[in-house]
């Protein structure tokens, strides 16, 4: 898809330092309720889902899924939604599989075969 959004730049180096970190604050916080999360840095000017994603899946691997434009190809209540859905499934996995933060790598090795 590659959508070219010159603007986002500006937007997001614009923004006030302290309400960007009080933003993602909120946010962090609101995990693992990945929709307020959202919600909460969606708030600040040229931030949208994408890019929410990518902040919240830095922030916590394990509970928020990242997804790009060139991922999804959804409106924003569809993303949202389909964020949801991923996020209550990762949360999960790990149950699941037994897989925790220190075998990881020895899983995805797995996963990649």
Do not use: H
Not at 35 to 62: F, H, M, N, Q, R
Request: proline letters at 5%; charged letters at 20%.
């Amino acid at each position: 898809m590659n959508v070219c959004r010159p603007r986002l730049l500006d937007f997001i180096s614009s923004l006030d330092e302290g309400v960007a970190v009080y933003a993602s604050q909120k946010a962090f916080e609101a995990l693992p309720n990945v929709s307020k999360a959202i919600s909460e840095l969606t708030v600040l000017k040229g931030v949208g889902p994408a890019t929410t994603s990518d902040v919240l899946a830095a922030y916590a691997p394990d509970v928020a899924p990242f997804m790009s434009d060139e991922s999804v190809i959804l409106n924003q209540d569809q993303f949202l939604e389909s964020s949801i859905a991923l996020s209550l499934q990762q949360k999960n996995r790990p149950k699941q599989t037994g897989m925790t933060t220190r075998n990881a790598t020895s899983y995805m090795e797995r996963w990649r075969d």
